[in-house]
């Protein structure tokens, strides 16, 4: 393989196993740059990573690295996206960050780091290597390369790509759907179902307290029964001792 690559301006690259110095959050960020508290918690917002700073005993000044605080593959990934939007080169290379992060914060960085970020001012050149085809459908996505074993297959805008029937890009992303709607079934039955198993349960539940409280109720019955037997009875012996206590005494004549 032989060529020459030409590159003008400034380049910020994100490796796919993010790069994480033994220094504090906030200066693996701004990498020996000026510290510019907007430009800062505006790179913090774009990765998401204001909620982490809340759970790390320092906040942005806790060590991480090595020697500090051991961060997760994702956070790593966004930390390293955050220093890449703070340093705004005029080149841009993303090596598959998307991939040690889930969906919804994929979704998140894409939308806000990347297509609101780094191609809002559309005064740099970026280039983004990814699985994540469902992120693609954007106008700030001007070219798209579709590479199989090493070569290129396809190229070209969003649209352009889905219209080839039988492509590789309308391909692999038909299947990406066909799975994500299987998963989405799968997780609606298995809803389903535990609900289900739910109300039996319930209904078990409410149907064993219903003989218990008919149980104990019958025995309150009872109970009151016999109190009541007991009383009348002592109520009859008293009436009884009365009636004799005032009774007149037989006369008796001669």
């Known amino acids: 393989l032989t060529g020459s690559v030409h590159l003008r301006g400034s380049v910020s690259y994100v490796s796919q196993k993010a790069f994480i110095m033994n220094d504090t959050l906030r200066n693996n960020i701004t990498f020996s740059k000026p510290f510019d508290e907007d430009k800062y918690n505006?790179?913090?917002?774009?990765?998401?990573?204001?909620?982490?700073?809340?759970v790390l005993p320092s906040g942005d000044q806790t060590e991480i690295g090595e020697k500090g605080i051991n961060l997760s593959g994702g956070q790593k990934a966004r930390v390293a996206l955050a220093r890449a939007i703070y340093h705004d080169a005029d080149v841009v290379l993303l090596d598959d960050p998307l991939s040690a992060v889930d969906a919804h914060v994929g979704k998140h960085i894409f939308r806000e780091g990347i297509v609101n970020g780094l191609l809002k001012g559309g005064d740099k050149s970026v280039v983004l290597v990814t699985n994540a085809l469902q992120f693609l459908n954007s106008d700030k996505v001007t070219k798209i390369v579709v590479l199989e074993n090493g070569e290129v297959k396809e190229e070209g805008r969003y649209e352009e790509l889905m219209n080839i029937s039988g492509g590789t890009f309308s391909t692999m992303l038909n299947n990406y759907r066909?799975?994500?709607?299987?998963?989405?079934?799968?997780?609606?039955?298995?809803?389903?179902?535990l609900v289900e198993a739910g109300k039996e349960v319930v209904g078990e539940k409410v149907e064993k307290?219903?003989?218990?409280?008919e149980e104990e109720m019958k025995k309150d019955g009872q109970l009151m029964t016999s109190e009541l037997k007991e009383v009348r009875a002592?109520?009859?012996?008293?009436?009884?001792r009365r009636s004799l206590l005032t009774e007149k005494p037989p006369t008796i004549s001669n």
Do not use: Y
Request: proline share 0%.
């Open 178 to 193: 066909d799975k994500s709607s299987e998963s989405m079934g799968s997780r609606s039955n298995s809803t389903v179902d």
């Open 209 to 213: 307290a219903e003989k218990r409280n």
């Open 42 to 54: 505006d790179a913090i917002q774009k990765c998401a990573l204001t909620h982490d700073l809340t």
């Open 234 to 240: 002592v109520k009859v012996g008293e009436g009884r």
